[in-house]
């Protein structure tokens, strides 16, 4: 094995995951494939009661599922405290169950913790941007652990990107 190659393998093994509901997956896995730190990026659906759901399943707004996108992300490079700022600055979280045009469940402002840590950074993150007046109307962004994420069929995975788009029109 060479150096690079086990650098490499370390790097993979220090890799934690982030997982936030921000409106159409879409938009959100452009926006966080961009930040610097980000090794991974995936769209799909957690938070509700249906096994192995499809996009058409999710649409029905009966699954209690959210779009999410699972980030992968180095610590080293970029914290999850940096993540959250992206999140709260790429949507509205005071709207309940709709971004935009798209109105449903699965379009809530949801961010799903993977440690007692982020946890507490995003509780804290959500305190300090109630406090700071930015939003007139209250934060409805729901924290909570996150449950089983399952994959997004494929043409949605970086569905942006494939068509030559940085971002969703509205």
């Known amino acids: 094995m060479r150096l ?6 370390m790097q993979r093994m220090t890799t934690e995951k ?7 997956f879409w938009g959100v896995e452009s926006t966080f494939r961009s930040i610097e730190g980000v090794t991974d990026a995936a769209v799909g659906y957690a938070g509700g ?4 759901p499809t996009y058409e399943d999710v649409c029905t707004d009966e699954t209690g599922h959210a779009e ?15 993540l959250l700022d992206v999140f709260w600055a790429n949507h509205n979280p005071t709207t309940l169950n709709r971004q935009g045009p798209d109105v449903g469940t699965q379009y809530r402002s949801v961010i799903f913790y993977h440690s007692p840590e982020q946890r507490a950074a995003a509780e804290s993150s959500k305190a300090a941007l109630e406090k ?15 449950p089983k994420f399952y994959r997004a069929e494929e043409y949605h995975q970086r569905y942006l990107e494939k068509r030559g788009r940085s971002h969703c029109a509205i």
């Open 4 to 9: 690079n190659d086990s650098r490499f393998i």
């Open 18 to 24: 982030a997982t936030f509901g921000a409106g159409c």
């Open 49 to 52: 009661r249906t096994e192995n």
């Open 68 to 82: 999410v996108v699972q980030v992968e992300f180095d610590p080293s490079v970029v914290s999850y405290e940096k």
């Open 132 to 146: 700071s007046g930015k939003f007139r109307s209250p934060i409805v962004t729901q924290i909570e652990p996150a």
